[in-house]
């Protein structure tokens, strides 16, 4: 989230920071991530790209030029090809359909039969609300996704590095069995470790910060060994995210994994 935004600003308010030895410890020090001025902001944004009032939004930040994640893109239109039908998405952690309003044009009828997002309650509340069309639908959890649809994809786009307890999450997406996983600006650091850090956000977007991780890569990607094949690795489509600074220097990236479960047949 906001990662071009910090790679550009002049001065050092921003970014991430710290090396904290636990959730509760960052925790402590965080502030305002779960205000409502994020999700109002977010909304209004979103709403103005659906309108067709701006071209694209990311992060809650209005962009006057589009830019499309292809790799993304391409990996989904591959998984429903193998698939020889359109497939259900599940996309967790997807704002208020941030990346399907980006890509909306090119999730023809052939790729995607539905694009559902997974999200906090009062997102999912927004969501039904302003958001939800014939496609785009909001559900809480996976469980009642899954009851709902039958999901062969899943996107994780710049959202596990949010989670207090990521590992522990990836091992429960795994124990679900989805055909394809696309990782997408997961960020991972230089070191043997996970490091917690605190990211703050510019000022001029909103007053927060909140604990985000850097992943050890090697660690991450050893969740899906027995089960998954890692078909691709690509960086992150958003200029600056390439080399990602903690207490400002370089320590990390933002990239990409393409997925697909071993037990699955074209």
Known sequence: MFNNLF?????????????????????????????DII???????????????AVYERDSVIFEEKHCPYALLAY???????????????????SLGSTYYQIKEYLTKEVCASWNVIEQAHYVTCGK??????VL???????????AKKISLVILSGVIQYLEK?????????NHGFDFLIFDRTAFNNKADDRL?????????????YPSWFFNQEFFLSHFSQHYKIVAEFPSYVDGEQILNIDNKPAGSDKGFYLINKSFHA
């Open 166 to 174: 990521p590992h522990e999450f990836l091992k429960q997406l795994i």
């Open 39 to 53: 999700l109002n902001i977010t909304k209004e944004a979103i709403l103005k790209v659906k309108n067709g009032e």
């Open 76 to 94: 989904l239109q591959l998984s429903a090809a193998l698939k020889k039908t359109a497939i259900h998405v599940m996309d967790f952690g997807g």
């Open 197 to 209: 850090t605190l990211q703050v956000v510019p000022a001029e977007i909103y007053p927060a910060s």
């Open 7 to 35: 790679s550009t600003r002049k001065n050092n308010t921003s970014g991430w920071f710290g090396n904290y030895s636990s959730w509760a410890a960052v925790s402590a020090v965080a502030v305002g991530y779960d205000a």
């Open 129 to 134: 609300e302003f958001f939800e069309d014939e």
């Open 137 to 147: 639908k909001f559900y809480p959890t996976i469980e009642e996704c899954r009851a």
